[in-house]
Protein backbone atom coordinates (compact mmCIF):
# COMPACT_ATOMS: atom_id res chain seq x y z
CA UNK A 1 0.00 0.00 0.00
CA UNK A 2 1.04 3.14 -0.71
CA UNK A 3 -0.69 6.81 0.62
CA UNK A 4 -0.46 10.08 -1.47
CA UNK A 5 -0.91 12.98 0.00
CA UNK A 6 -1.49 16.21 -2.50
CA UNK A 7 -1.02 20.10 -0.97
CA UNK A 8 -0.87 23.15 -2.35
CA UNK A 9 -3.84 23.96 -4.28
CA UNK A 10 -5.81 27.39 -3.95
CA UNK A 11 -7.04 30.24 -5.68
CA UNK A 12 -5.18 31.90 -7.92
CA UNK A 13 -5.42 34.68 -10.71
CA UNK A 14 -4.96 34.13 -14.45
CA UNK A 15 -1.63 34.47 -14.83
CA UNK A 16 -0.15 33.50 -11.63
CA UNK A 17 1.68 30.02 -9.88
CA UNK A 18 1.39 27.17 -8.04
CA UNK A 19 3.23 24.42 -7.43
CA UNK A 20 1.30 20.76 -5.91
CA UNK A 21 3.21 18.77 -4.22
CA UNK A 22 2.64 15.10 -3.20
CA UNK A 23 4.08 12.93 -1.03
CA UNK A 24 4.13 9.11 -0.86
CA UNK A 25 4.40 7.22 2.73
CA UNK A 26 6.91 5.25 1.57
CA UNK A 27 9.70 5.12 -1.29
CA UNK A 28 9.04 6.26 -4.72
CA UNK A 29 12.62 5.86 -6.31
CA UNK A 30 11.69 2.43 -7.57
CA UNK A 31 7.95 3.38 -8.93
CA UNK A 32 7.04 2.93 -12.55
CA UNK A 33 5.86 6.04 -12.52
CA UNK A 34 4.43 8.86 -11.27
CA UNK A 35 1.75 11.65 -12.17
CA UNK A 36 -1.05 14.08 -12.25
CA UNK A 37 -4.42 14.00 -13.59
CA UNK A 38 -7.17 16.75 -13.44
CA UNK A 39 -10.64 16.48 -13.36
CA UNK A 40 -13.21 19.51 -14.21
CA UNK A 41 -16.94 19.60 -13.55
CA UNK A 42 -18.44 18.16 -16.09
CA UNK A 43 -15.32 16.74 -17.53
CA UNK A 44 -13.82 13.52 -17.71
CA UNK A 45 -10.12 12.96 -15.95
CA UNK A 46 -7.44 13.66 -17.82
CA UNK A 47 -3.50 13.22 -17.33
CA UNK A 48 -1.51 16.09 -17.42
CA UNK A 49 1.84 15.34 -17.00
CA UNK A 50 3.64 12.12 -15.97
CA UNK A 51 7.11 11.32 -14.73
CA UNK A 52 9.16 7.50 -15.05
CA UNK A 53 11.60 6.57 -12.89
CA UNK A 54 13.74 6.73 -15.56
CA UNK A 55 13.17 10.82 -15.51
CA UNK A 56 11.39 11.32 -18.83
CA UNK A 57 8.38 13.49 -18.53
CA UNK A 58 5.56 13.46 -20.24
CA UNK A 59 3.09 16.51 -21.00
CA UNK A 60 -0.75 16.98 -21.82
CA UNK A 61 -0.74 19.31 -25.06
CA UNK A 62 -3.10 21.75 -23.12
CA UNK A 63 -0.19 22.60 -20.34
CA UNK A 64 3.00 22.03 -22.50
CA UNK A 65 5.26 24.70 -21.51
CA UNK A 66 3.34 25.91 -18.39
CA UNK A 67 3.69 23.16 -16.25
CA UNK A 68 6.63 21.27 -15.06
CA UNK A 69 6.31 17.98 -13.13
CA UNK A 70 9.83 16.67 -11.29
CA UNK A 71 10.77 14.21 -8.39
CA UNK A 72 12.41 14.12 -5.15
CA UNK A 73 13.09 10.38 -4.75
CA UNK A 74 15.18 11.88 -1.02
CA UNK A 75 11.72 13.06 0.10
CA UNK A 76 9.11 10.19 -1.68
CA UNK A 77 7.69 13.69 -3.54
CA UNK A 78 6.64 14.49 -6.98
CA UNK A 79 5.79 18.40 -7.78
CA UNK A 80 3.53 19.86 -10.23
CA UNK A 81 4.82 23.57 -10.94
CA UNK A 82 1.90 25.58 -12.82
CA UNK A 83 3.12 28.65 -14.36
CA UNK A 84 0.96 31.09 -16.85
CA UNK A 85 -2.05 29.16 -15.10
CA UNK A 86 -5.56 30.01 -17.10
CA UNK A 87 -9.09 29.84 -15.84
CA UNK A 88 -9.27 26.28 -17.97
CA UNK A 89 -7.07 25.03 -15.67
CA UNK A 90 -9.39 24.99 -12.76
CA UNK A 91 -9.64 21.76 -11.56
CA UNK A 92 -9.02 18.79 -9.03
CA UNK A 93 -5.85 17.54 -9.44
CA UNK A 94 -5.16 13.88 -8.44
CA UNK A 95 -1.47 12.90 -7.60
CA UNK A 96 -1.31 9.11 -8.67
CA UNK A 97 1.75 6.10 -8.76
CA UNK A 98 2.58 2.94 -10.55
CA UNK A 99 4.70 0.77 -8.21
CA UNK A 100 7.13 -1.88 -9.65
CA UNK A 101 4.64 -4.07 -9.70
CA UNK A 102 1.89 -2.39 -11.52
CA UNK A 103 -0.27 -1.59 -8.66
CA UNK A 104 -2.12 1.99 -8.87
CA UNK A 105 -2.42 4.15 -6.34
CA UNK A 106 -4.15 7.54 -6.10
CA UNK A 107 -4.36 10.47 -3.41
CA UNK A 108 -7.52 11.80 -2.85
CA UNK A 109 -7.27 15.21 -4.82
CA UNK A 110 -6.41 19.26 -4.49
CA UNK A 111 -8.48 22.30 -5.36
CA UNK A 112 -7.12 24.74 -8.05
CA UNK A 113 -9.53 27.59 -8.78
CA UNK A 114 -8.27 30.05 -11.91
CA UNK A 115 -10.11 33.54 -11.74
CA UNK A 116 -10.06 35.20 -14.54
Known amino acids: QVQLVESGGGLVQAGGSLRLSCAASRSISSANSMGWYRQAPGKQRERVAR???????EYADSVKGRLTISRDNAKNTVYLQMNSLKPEDTAVYYCYVVTYRFENYWGQGTQVTVSS
Open 51 to 57: ITREGNT
